[in-house]
């Protein structure tokens, strides 16, 4: 049985005691940790704290006699980089510890297995995957401050991406050092406060989320409310909410009227339209001539719920049930071939689980809905037509869900009442005169036609708790080795992203990293470890080195970083290679082992998600990477 969730409004009270614990731990971390890094010359020396901040230089004053001043800019980056890098990490892994140790009430303590409800696990591996897109450290924004003649530039993650000083130098090492240290830390003090960049991300991640229930229309493909249609809420005294999660274009028609609307893809809102509310998608708004009341948001961050229907049929099928004209039958809960309702006929239900093969209502036909002892449940397997009428034997709205499993498209040309869900079909609604289609409709694609009217009613029981619905397919098989056959997945916000077929080391296509401004970021998307076995205790990586480097003697380094939601792991460094030693213009063997904690939750939860991060110098380039694999 489904082990119920915890009622948000008890969650906020515990969160801000979580955060201000956090905030406790990690304010006391930030002042215990002081690291230093030095260069392989010991040359220059650079001491770091916790908070990220940039406590002291040691510059030797051979390095200013004479100075090229790109060499050295480089070559003190690279060890303030490593001090400030080593410093946070220090900070984050003590607090990911701590935290291991805090639980949410009503939720699974860490390492404990997810709620049961059908598709948690994939709707909040997807929610955080959402999350992390919006987060501020992936940002291509760049901060500078200068200090005197040294110019300071930092990333988003507040890594320096150059240093840059006034030509002609005239400075003491010690005075220099003192600039060095102030341009970095002014820098780094732009990068941390950034209101306009985090302000409501939180809280816009929240208004652009909604579940099945909130949604008078629902499309996992493509969304069309063409002109005139009107969709209310079920007050009728408001508008209806929508959403599509597709990638294909949402369009709302000329004199349409609807609610608030969330999309994945972008927006057409035509001339004339209204929506009576905010609008937000992932992609581009044209709203040229409409009316749109509340906010608008581009570039949004959408969550919306995977629409999946797993139904398991019983073994066999009772004979067809045709009703003829002008005729009556009533039949109870199970499984018919097809159920066939002609004009005028009808056919009465019962509280329960019916199953058919097709479903098909003449005009004028009408299937009566006896929901007295809880609501009915009708799965139609192959085929769904529908011009009759679904009519609650009390008098009521009727108290029924359809989900269509068929692929041909399901026209609702007469008045419907219930819920129609199709998750692998279009659904047509169609006008039906000055009567209202009352309930919701979630499908592959769904077409509310000219001057059509909807009024939403949400159905009484939320899809993980359907009746007779299989536990959600397991995630695809392990991926012990990740190629790059496919490259979709993989992003970066400083760099261009490029599958190719030369060079490759393995399979047919390896990743271009190219345009290289500094320290650049390449991000993949969850995927299964569900096969790597107990023995694997080690990440590996092939990565081409390019012989366009502008520092041949400081190429910089490559960083590995985990996230595994499922074990409450975030952002888990792996490990560092300095890519220096390394041959040019040929393939590399990256090899790290797996820090114990990323190898346990690797190896006992199935989705993860990998972060590479070359901190190298701009202008070098263009780097391969192929052929991820555990061993």
Partial sequence: ???????????????????????????????????????????????????????????????????????????????????????????????????????????????????????????????????????????????????????????????????????????????????????????????TRRDTDSAGVVRSILDASAAFQDLVLYASDELRVDAGASLRNSAGDGFGMVGSAGATQTVVGAGAELGNVLSVAGVTVQAGAHVHGALRTSGQLSAAGADITGPTVQDAVVVLPELSLNVVFPGSAAAAVIVASDTQRTIAPGYYSDLVVRARGKLVLSSGVYFCNSLVLEAQAQVSLNAAAGPIFLYVRDSFTFQGAFVDAGGGVPNVFVGYLGAATASVAAPFSGTLSAPNAKVDVQATGATDHVGAFHARQIEVHPNARIRHLPFGVIYENLPNLAAPPALAAAAVHLGFEDSSGWTSPQAQLASVTTPVNQGTRSLRVANITGSTEIIGSLFSTAGVGASVTRLRLDLWVSTTQPTPSAVGEVQLFATIPGANVYGAFVGVVDLTPLSRGVWSLIDLELPPTTRDAIRAHRNTQLKIVLNVTSGSGPYFLDNIRFA
């Fill in 1 to 191: 049985m489904t082990t119920p969730l915890p009622n948000p409004l008890a969650l906020p009270a515990f969160l801000n005691d979580l955060e201000r614990m956090l905030w406790f731990l990690e304010s006391n971390y930030q002042k215990q940790i002081v690291v230093e890094r030095a260069s392989a010359d010991q040359k220059v020396r650079a001491r770091a704290d916790g908070s990220g901040t940039l406590r002291s230089m040691a510059i030797d004053a051979s390095l200013l006699v004479a100075p090229n001043l790109t060499t050295l800019g480089t070559a003190l980056r690279s060890v303030i980089n490593d001090a400030l890098l080593a410093a946070t990490q220090q900070v984050a892994a003590k607090l990911s510890h701590e935290a291991f140790g805090f639980s949410v009430p009503g939720l699974p303590a860490t390492g404990q297995p997810a709620p049961d409800f059908a598709g948690f696990s994939r709707t909040a591996d997807a929610v955080f995957s959402k999350v992390l897109a919006a987060s501020v450290c992936d940002s291509s924004r760049l901060f500078e401050y200068r200090q005197g003649p040294v110019g300071a530039v930092v990333n988003a993650t507040r890594q320096v991406a150059s240093l840059s000083f006034q030509s002609p130098l005239v400075v003491s090492a010690p005075h220099l050092e003192q600039l060095v240290r102030d341009a970095v830390n002014g820098a780094i003090e732009l990068a």
